[in-house]
């Protein structure tokens, strides 16, 4: 089942603005990219951020976040979110500016 295009279309308007916008599909859904660094992707009923790994623990306490697990791994600094724990414009915000503020950190994969 395909991401609902109503959060693609919310998350790519809050990443307005952002330098070097792409949407790309991956992971069975959109992923933006930042900078050529993945951003957020929007999957089925949620979205995945990457974040700084060392906001990790406190970012995963937040209702409806989780650790990305693949494979049995966990990937400290991504994060699932719940579409239901981002309905609001300033909770989406919260994520999509923790996933902005890392990727001008975070290194480019590939």
Same mark, same amino acid.
């Given at each position: 089942?395909?991401?609902?295009?109503?959060?693609?279309?919310?998350?790519? &308007?809050?990443?307005? +603005?952002?330098?070097?916008?792409?949407?790309?599909?991956?992971?069975?859904?959109?992923?933006?990219?930042?900078?050529?660094?993945?951003?957020?992707?929007?999957?089925?009923?949620?979205?995945?951020?990457?974040?700084?790994?060392?906001?990790?623990?406190? &970012?995963?306490?937040?209702? +409806?976040?989780?650790?990305?697990?693949?494979?049995?791994?966990?990937?400290?600094?991504?994060?699932?979110?719940?579409?239901? &724990?981002?309905?609001?414009?300033?909770?989406?915000?919260?994520?999509?500016?923790?996933?902005?503020?890392?990727?001008?950190?975070?290194? &480019?994969?590939?």
């Amino acid at each position: 089942m395909p991401p609902s295009d109503a959060l693609i279309q919310r998350v790519k &308007a809050s990443l307005a +603005g952002a330098p070097r916008l792409e949407e790309k599909r991956m992971f069975g859904g959109v992923t933006f990219m930042v900078r050529g660094k993945m951003c957020v992707s929007v999957g089925e009923g949620r979205i995945m951020c990457r974040i700084d790994p060392a906001l990790h623990e406190a &970012a995963v306490k937040r209702k +409806g976040a989780r650790t990305v697990v693949m494979k049995g791994r966990q990937y400290r600094g991504w994060v699932y979110v719940d579409a239901a &724990a981002v309905k609001t414009k300033r909770d989406l915000g919260y994520w999509v500016r923790l996933s902005l503020d890392y990727n001008t950190k975070a290194k &480019a994969s590939g």
